[in-house]
């Protein structure tokens, strides 16, 4: 079992209520236990960030870079370890948890090459200063444990910010076991501060405070526009990653093999749970059918099971409550007309009776009347919608609140192009799965999908920032 204590001022503390993590593919069995915060600690977080960041502002950028590269050298060291503590507090198969890993510290040795060399930018002999806000505020999903964390925490420590880290209470280990590279590399005392905490008790207490001056958030639509309203006339910069309901459009001159290994591949990855996986399959009506098809035969392969066991390829659910939403959701859309292909239903058997599983679902026959054509299911549910041609296809692209990701299959590059330039989404794609990114490119949702700025790309420098202009008097003769 997992020690899970917060970390605040370079020092462990298991103050605070136990609190049980339970493997998802088995209640039964708790992984974990974590310390769980009260406004108190909380506040001693942000007060030991405040007290760090003068000196760790004013220490020479490429000192900070060698420390946080000594960071991402052991975090690579440990992959084995990190990933194993990943499938069992969230559930996601071993090989997922391996490839979060990586890309995780794949995008964070950018994020910190890219900081490191723009930090300060000339022209003429002048020059564009990026300076370190402050104390920035980390709150992170369960879903990408370690990935999500080192997109932020990266670029804000490279750039002289210090931080406070409050992970989901459902997957703590994961960042602890971060934080325990951190103390061993030897980070000053305050710069990096990790509070494990339920958002209802230490929230409010974390985005208040005054000494906060920037917010990343990546999490529930619910709670990143109830954060974005309290902030108010506050000078608190806000990043904010919230949900999706994203779609692949799949046109009649599609390579339909490559667009079904998309929609699959992607919309069961990490059992549904994944911000920019797909949700929505909008088919154009003519080779509606054959499309369901091949969507149907790959979805069928799909060995539900234990993370850690090498013959599943989908893992559980994160918790019973997401289960029963998943399970709500579908019944709601059976009742409303839509047409059960595979799935629907939690599998049987002793493997399955202690965990959060439910079976990779398609529902086909999905209308824009329905609701659940319009919400983030987050779960293993592919909903298949009809559409008569490219322009019916748009409209259905865009019948929804959120506006994360979008993709297009089509061999007409002018229609492609017609669909990036008019769907409302952040993340579009041409013939690729919607989750697909590049670490140099903005991660960012459009509508209810996001509010204040992008991150990842520059945007990890500009967020964290604020540039300062300098000019020089340039000798003339």
Known sequence: MIFCPNYIAGKWQDTGQPHPIRNPADVTEIVAEAHLADAALAKQAVEAA??????????AGGERGHLLRQVLAT??????DLAHTITLENGKTLRESEAEVDAAIKEATYQLDFVQTHLVETWDGHEVRHEPLGVALLLTPWNFP??????????ALAAGNTVVLKPSELTPATAVELFRVVDAVGLPAGVANLV????PVVGTTLSQHPAVRAISFTGSTPVGLQLAESLGRRDVRLQAEMGGANAVVVLADADLEAAAEAAVSHGFACCGQWCTGTSRVIV???????????LTKRTQKIVPGNGL??????GPLISQPQ???????????????A???????????????????????????????????????FGPVLLVLPAHDADEARVLANHTPYGLAFSVFTQDAEQAERFVREVEAGVCHINLPTAYRDPAFPLLGWKDSGRGWPEAGKYGLEFFTRPKAVYRQVDVG
Do not use: C, N
């Open 50 to 59: 405040d007290s760090a960041w003068d000196s760790w502002r004013t220490s």
């Open 323 to 337: 289960l029963q939403k998943v399970e709500s959701v579908v019944a709601e859309a059976l009742r409303h007309g």
């Open 75 to 80: 975090l690579q060291a440990r992959r084995a």
């Open 196 to 199: 494990l905490g339920e958002g």
């Open 339 to 377: 047409r059960l292909v595979t799935g629907g239903k939690r599998p049987t058997g002793s493997a399955f009776e202690r965990g959060h599983f439910f079976e990779p679902t398609i529902l086909a026959d999905v209308t824009s009347e329905m609701a659940v054509a319009r919400e983030e299911i």
């Open 309 to 314: 066991d090498a013959r599943a390829t989908m």
């Open 146 to 155: 370690l990935a999500t964390v080192l997109r932020k925490m990266v670029p």
């Open 284 to 294: 154009e009506r003519s080779v509606y059918e054959e499309m369901l098809q091949r």
